[in-house]
């Protein structure tokens, strides 16, 4: 894990620049061991990489570090770790560690992410707090993003329910950063009733504007689907709804009046294929139906794949997976996995999202 840490704070070497040499060494004590020349021979790494690298072994203390850490009551999960959230694995972009504060969403459990305006209406507010004390009753967890308006209603309503649902804060900073502060309460209660705080980001980061579209990828990819409850023309619940999509995942949208400048965002989503909510209790019925469908087509499929299709589609989820992770997960080679993707693709079972990426299409 001291490794794993020491990785994730090189200044100026980010997600993409440790993706390129974890393709070249798994584990971030084995990035540590290697020497300048080593570095160098890993493409994608500039002379101002390297360097940072080099002298970021000479200034951080690895048992020093881990053990402040710590100290703050805040734990750490790299992908090096089982820990790691399953649902993130597979992302093109997913975050190499995750910081976090109480606990993080048990893989095996459902998830919905609530987003939307920070300037809500009365009505959005009320809708919020509503469906996720209905999704927590039944034991669902909401995933939002703390922030004002719509991201605190779901989280309030989250908390005021006595099922076993949970909430999960995502942040655009540190996770022992509050932000923004009026929503200590929330974070607080969060903490107190067996949730999370959760962020990619070191502690003690600072909220700054650039920070936060990216955490959107993780409140969408930590979930099951997305719901979207109003949003302006331009808003960042919208970023959300398209990670949400090109994980292959459902987006459902509250509609509004078409004169509202908060409805134009939910519209919009409806215009182009997202789920409309009816009513809470009709949301709900849907998503279960939705799960449970989920659950039972490997043993609907059994009957309409052949053993090799069968195995490859277990594979796959509703966010992307990588063509050498397929390679390195199943007992087949590189030309018999193509093969068995071009069957699955032909009979519709599967759809390639980008180049050597896959998802179910059911």
């Known amino acids: 894990m001291k490794y794993a840490l020491w990785l994730s704070n090189i200044k100026g070497i980010f997600n993409g620049k440790i993706k390129l040499?974890?393709?070249?060494?798994?584990?971030?004590?084995?990035?540590?061991?290697?020497?300048?020349?080593?570095?160098?021979?890993i493409k994608g790494l500039t002379e101002k990489d390297i360097a940072s690298i080099i002298t970021s072994k000479d200034?951080?203390?690895?048992?020093?570090?881990?053990?402040?850490?710590?100290?703050q009551d805040v734990s750490f999960v790299s992908m090096e770790q089982d820990e790691y959230p399953s649902k993130l694995r597979n992302l093109v972009d997913a975050p190499y560690s995750l910081y976090y504060k109480g606990s993080l969403p048990e893989d095996n459990g459902l998830s919905v992410a609530m987003v939307g305006a920070r300037g809500r209406s009365a009505y959005g507010s009320q809708m919020a707090r509503k469906i996720a004390q209905l999704l927590a009753?039944?034991?669902?967890?909401?995933?939002?993003?703390?922030?004002?308006?719509?991201?605190?209603?779901?989280?309030?309503?989250?908390?005021?329910?006595?099922?076993?649902?949970k909430t999960y804060a995502v942040l655009g900073c540190g996770v022992n950063v509050c932000y923004p502060k009026q929503n200590r309460y929330i974070y607080d209660k969060i903490l107190a009733s067996g949730g999370g705080i959760i962020s990619e980001y070191p502690p003690?980061?600072?909220?700054?504007?650039?920070?936060?579209?990216?955490?959107?990828?993780?409140?969408?990819?930590?979930?099951?689907c997305v719901?979207?409850?109003?949003?302006?023309?331009?808003?960042?619940?919208?970023?959300?709804?398209?990670?949400?999509?090109?994980?292959?995942?459902?987006?459902?949208a509250l509609?509004?009046?078409?004169?509202?400048?908060?409805?134009?965002?939910?519209?919009?989503?409806?215009?182009?294929?997202?789920g409309v909510i009816v009513s809470p209790e009709d949301?709900?019925?849907?998503?279960?139906?939705?799960?449970?469908?989920?659950?039972?087509?490997?043993?609907?499929?059994?009957?309409?794949?052949?053993?090799?299709?069968?195995?490859?589609?277990?594979?796959l989820d509703f966010s992307p997976t990588n063509l050498g992770t397929l390679v390195e997960k199943s007992s087949m080679n590189l030309v018999e996995i193509l093969e068995v993707?071009?069957?699955?693709?032909q009979k519709g079972f599967v759809k390639e999202t980008m180049t050597n990426y896959y998802i179910r299409c059911c």
């Open 21 to 41: 040499m974890r393709d070249h060494y798994k584990t971030a004590e084995e990035i540590y061991n290697l020497n300048e020349q080593q570095l160098k021979k």
């Open 59 to 71: 200034t951080w203390n690895l048992d020093k570090e881990l053990f402040k850490l710590l100290e």
């Open 137 to 165: 009753d039944n034991g669902i967890n909401v995933i939002s993003g703390l922030a004002r308006g719509i991201d605190a209603d779901g989280h309030t309503g989250a908390l005021e329910t006595m099922g076993e649902g």
């Open 204 to 224: 003690d980061t600072q909220p700054i504007r650039t920070l936060f579209p990216a955490r959107n990828r993780i409140i969408a990819g930590l979930s099951d």
């Open 227 to 252: 719901v979207v409850i109003e949003a302006k023309e331009k808003s960042g619940s919208l970023i959300t709804a398209d990670y949400a999509m090109e994980q292959g995942k459902d987006v459902y």
């Open 255 to 274: 509609p509004g009046r078409v004169t509202d400048a908060l409805s134009f965002g939910c519209n919009y989503l409806i215009k182009q294929g997202a």
């Open 283 to 315: 949301f709900l019925k849907e998503f279960n139906i939705f799960c449970e469908n989920s659950c039972s087509q490997i043993n609907f499929f059994e009957k309409l794949l052949e053993k090799d299709e069968l195995l490859v589609y277990s594979l």
């Open 341 to 345: 993707l071009g069957h699955l693709k």
